[in-house]
């Protein structure tokens, strides 16, 4: 009997081994997905997103969003779906692994294997494939008719090489012999000649030249507008642009001269959608761009340059403008022009723009630049930047900004036909806010001018502000050092701005030039409550707009405020979270909403405080009340809300820490909520999944979070996130690695995808493999970033170790850019650690203080003074400050092994900060290693980086906090003849230090 019993027992023993999650593997990332577009069709009954691999093939959905049909474009991507919601247009690039190859091979752009097109009509299961695609386009606002593409380059037709046969061969012989013939004949003739004539019978005869080199074009390609109704097409040849008007009435293409045929010139052409004729509106230029129609689609204006030669050192472009009726394009705006400064001419590089009502037309003017000297040898002539104490800009900011100061464009209007130029900015006014879509005869421009120089330790720049008249370009001044935000409205009735100092919103009336105060009233700060930088904490930002200027909403850190501008009635609260901790924030459903109207149903993303939960809710302007929600629940609501346009229907992903992103289908419905049906109908949210990701993840030993709260070292209380792994054990003790930044409490039900680390620990897949992960939320006090992480990182860790499942002999830090900072810091302070990794630290404060962030040329200063060093004074004030947080001045106080990543292209936090550090501890004798990727910024961006960081990670912290050997670059390093032929990831059993 006791045999017997044994036989079940070992079969349930095995069952439970074989139903045992796997732990996740660095080679499961390529292969996990994210939902990247979504689209909704204006009748609501289709969508089209597509399932993107990390890495390798990406598929786009097609589907009814009654779920009732579905399609699948391998490889498709940047899909349209037709006004009519009839067909969805996509591209579908080539297979990855042809890609791969190509560039394997080193093939050149022309080689590589190229786009194909795809038209599919929504559900049916038929695909129109057309190979060798550049482009596609369709009418942002047409019927869905129409649609046109660009061709790529013909592939050349290698030459036929024919077997010849025996006869064949006998009659090239022949012909041969007949070409030797005539060669002879031609030889004795010219001999005959040269008797009289000279030599200079000999010489060859002269054949016609043909084209140089320098004269050819890069010729365009064939464009093919399509009747997707009927399938017909039209084809346009040497095609190299086009442009649909919003309407979908016209059609403009640009073509280019022929190499083949030098009579043939660049043209471009008005093709008429509607009657079907082409006409030639701009024949014979060098260069045409930025083509812009007006909203009708009955205008055309673009830049051209049609006088210079190819290799001309300077070119003066021209404004063109057409309108339906027209010969020929027109042309309206040259450097000559009245109202042109001297010294300035057409902006090549900024588009013009008609007003919505198409009476103004907008465009740019720019410096003439004087053009390099060629007579000057390079390798005699000085290179140097110079450094002077009134630049408005740093010389390494003028730098990374030269080519932006260098297409440097002021705006300017033409009225009508009126052909004078009215300036509208300038060098005194660089930017330029247009109302009404244009059609207000006003603008807002604004200038930083003359308080550009305290950016260097403000860490922001105040502007001057003016409204401009696009009448006759009179100025009037509205305010003068205004930090931002600033706003115009969108009717230009109002200009709007918070000021910092005085915690509150004001307006500039442009009827009569009131400033008011607009939330005066409001009890409850607009401004971050919770900021603990030394600096006037910024306002929790703007909403949007009520159609016609009506109200202007705004945040405060739950709700939004409804204000009126002329701050003639009081501000309405419109959402009352705060008495509930809900966070509601609107989510625009429409890219080209300009404000909020009337009828709209307007979408609040919410988030509860409390316990982190996420929701929807959907607040209707007509009856001015909340209408449909969904229950809060454990998830987090993705960004990006799309709406169909006909119906109240909604796209959107939702995920938790443990789900991954599933797209989301919500729709208002008006349901019967009464006991006894038909009675009263209530309006409901209803929601459907429509795809879930990666179903795969069941397959792994996943994570799972918690919240949790515990008291610091100065009493107050603090939260932060627990993740352990799904078959958490609470009889075992894991090990820890504490990551941390700022606060995460509030990513609760982020979900977080196994993916290559660009410089921190990966959550999904140090939890799959046995570690806990805590991220603790650190609160700062002025001039105490180091003390304030202590507070906060060596509580928490204190706290955990306290657990019975935590084993306090195996913690570890972690932490990129400001974290690594903290993990440089708190090593100094305590050896409770059995390891650590900091990603780009500053080490030393009094060096980094007065240095350069490389990728934007800004110096540090304001960093340290106001923003998030939080020093809040400068180096001379309080050197003790700068030093007390300062790592490097107490590496000798460091006994736990630290792994340090800088990369040497960093250009948020100089790269000698990393160096400073590491040659501080290797002098001191401290186990220390620095990972440096070449050519890599702050956080690593090649994916080959990524993956190998994510594998030394693991080793590193298998090593110190698991115990495992240490592969030969922690035990050995790698030596500078080892590079790119051995990376030492392999582990040497035998091998300890």
């Known amino acids: 009997m006791r045999k017997l019993f044994c036989i079940p027992v070992l079969l349930l023993v095995g069952l439970h081994v074989s139903a045992q999650k796997k732990p996740l593997t660095h080679a499961v990332y390529d292969g996990w997905q994210s939902i990247n577009e979504r689209y909704i069709s204006n009748d609501g009954k289709w969508v089209v997103y597509t399932v993107t691999p990390q890495e390798g093939d990406a598929t786009l959905v097609i589907q009814s969003t009654d779920n009732t049909y579905r399609k699948e474009i391998p490889r498709g991507y940047g899909a349209a779906i037709t006004e009519d919601s009839r067909f969805v247009i996509c591209k579908i690039r080539p297979l990855f692994s042809a890609t791969r190859e190509a560039k394997i091979k080193k093939k050149k752009p022309d080689e590589m294997p190229n786009d194909s097109l795809a038209i599919i009509e929504t559900g049916t299961d038929s695909v129109l494939r057309i190979p060798r695609v550049k482009s596609f386009k369709t009418p942002e606002k047409g019927a869905g008719q129409w649609m046109a593409y660009l061709r790529e380059k013909e592939l050349p037709v290698p030459p036929a090489v024919a077997t010849p046969d025996s006869l064949s061969q006998l009659n090239g012989l022949l012909r041969m012999a007949d070409s030797l013939t005539r060669l002879a004949d031609s030889l004795r003739n010219k001999a005959s000649e040269a008797k009289t004539k000279g030599l200079t019978a000999l010489q060859p005869v002269k054949k016609e030249s043909k084209p140089k080199a320098g004269d050819r074009v890069d010729e365009g390609t064939e464009l093919v507008l399509r009747n997707l109704y009927t399938g017909e097409e039209k084809k346009f040849a ?14 403009i293409i640009e073509t280019t001269r022929s190499n083949a045929d030098t009579l043939m010139k660049a043209t471009v052409l008005w093709y008429s959608i509607i009657n079907g004729k082409a006409d030639t509106v701009f024949r014979g230029f060098n260069e045409a761009k930025n083509y812009v129609l007006d909203d009708a689609g009955t205008q055309l204006a673009f830049i051209a340059e049609r006088d210079s030669s190819a290799k001309a050192l300077q070119k003066f472009y021209k404004l063109y403008h057409y309108r339906t009726g027209m010969d020929s394009a027109r042309l309206r705006v040259h450097r000559n022009t009245a109202g042109i400064t001297k010294g300035l001419t057409i902006s090549e590089t900024q588009a013009p723009e008609f007003s919505a009502n198409g009476k103004k037309l907008y465009f740019s003017l720019m410096a003439i630049r004087k053009p390099k000297d060629t007579t000057l040898v390079d390798f005699e002539t000085a290179r140097l930047d110079i450094w002077h104490y009134k630049d408005d800009y740093l010389q390494p900011q003028q730098l990374v900004q030269l080519n932006t100061e260098l297409q440097r464009s002021y705006r300017a209007v033409l009225n009508g036909d009126d052909d004078k130029v009215i300036k509208l ?110 600096d006037d904490p910024p306002a929790h930002g703007i909403m949007k707009w009520h159609e016609d200027d009506k109200y202007v909403y705004l945040y405060d850190k739950y709700d939004v405020w409804q204000c009126d501008p002329g701050g ?133 030993n996943w994570l799972t979070c918690e919240l949790v709260k515990w008291t610091m070292f100065d009493g107050k209380r603090s939260e932060g996130l627990l993740y352990k792994p799904e078959n958490f054990d609470p009889k075992k003790k894991y090990p820890v690695i504490f990551y941390f930044y700022e606060k995460y409490s509030d990513e609760l039900y982020a979900y977080r995808p196994p993916a290559p680390s660009a410089s921190t620990v990966n959550f999904p897949y140090f939890a799959s493999n046995g570690y806990l992960i805590f991220v603790p939320d650190i609160y700062y006090k002025k001039g105490e970033p180091g003390e304030s992480a202590y507070n906060a990182v060596v509580s928490a860790a204190k706290f955990m170790a306290k657990k019975p499942w935590v084993d306090s002999t195996k913690m570890a830090i972690q932490g990129q850019s400001w974290g690594g900072y903290q993990v440089a810091y708190l090593i100094t302070r305590t050896n409770m650690f059995a390891a650590a990794e900091a990603g780009a630290p500053v080490a030393n404060m009094t060096s980094a203080y007065g240095g350069i962030r490389w990728g934007t040329g800004l110096n540090r200063q304001f960093q340290y003074e106001r923003s998030q060093s939080r020093i809040g004074y400068t180096l001379w004030q309080r050197p003790d400050l700068y030093i007390k947080n300062s790592p490097l001045f107490n590496a000798d106080k460091v006994n736990t092994p630290l792994m340090i990543m800088h990369n040497d292209a960093d250009g948020a936090v100089p790269w000698y900060q990393g160096i400073e550090y590491f040659t501080a501890l290797r002098r001191l004798g401290k186990k220390v290693w620095m990972l440096q990727y070449n050519g890599e910024d702050h956080n690593l961006v090649e994916r080959r980086n990524r993956k190998d960081l994510s594998i030394r990670l693991g080793q590193y912290f298998d090593h110190f906090l698991k115990g495992a050997p240490a592969p030969r670059w922690l035990a050995e390093g790698l030596p500078a003849t080892s590079k790119g032929i051995d990376w030492g990831v392999e582990v040497e059993e035998k091998k300890a230090f």
């Open 238 to 251: 040497l095609a190299s642009d086009y442009y649909f008007s919003k309407p979908g009435n016209t059609l």
């Open 568 to 700: 003639k009635t009081a501000p309405l609260n419109v959402t009352n979270g705060r008495p509930h901790k809900v966070v509601y924030r609107y989510m625009p459903t429409n890219k080209e909403e300009k404000f909020i109207a009337d009828t709209q149903k307007l979408v609040f993303k919410r988030l509860n405080m409390v316990n982190k939960y996420g929701g929807l809710s959907i607040y209707d302007m007509k009856d001015r009340r909340f209408v449909a929600d969904t229950a809060d629940g454990p998830f987090k609501i993705g960004f990006g809300i799309v709406k169909a346009k006909n119906s109240d229907q909604f796209v959107y992903t939702r995920e938790s820490f443990d789900v991954s992103p599933v797209l989301m289908m919500a729709q208002i419905k008006n349901t019967d909520v009464s006991d006894n049906s038909g009675g009263a109908m209530m309006p409901v949210l209803v929601q459907t999944q429509l795809h879930a990701t990666n179903p795969q993840q069941k397959e792994y």
């Open 425 to 534: 900015g300038g060098e005194d006014a660089e930017m330029v806010y247009l109302a009404d879509e244009g059609n207000s005869d006003y603008v807002m421009a604004a200038t930083t001018k003359g308080n550009r120089i305290e950016f260097q330790w403000l860490g922001y720049t105040r502007y001057n502000v003016y409204l401009v008249s696009t009448i006759d370009g009179a100025r009037k001044q509205v305010k003068d050092k205004i930090r931002t935000p600033i706003i115009f409205s969108p009717k230009g009735k109002y200009v709007l701005w918070y000021d910092a100092a005085q915690k509150n919103y004001f307006t500039y009336a442009v009827a009569g030039g009131a400033i008011t105060n607009i939330t005066k009233s409001i009890k409850v700060p607009l401004y971050e409550e919770d900021d603990d930088h030394p």
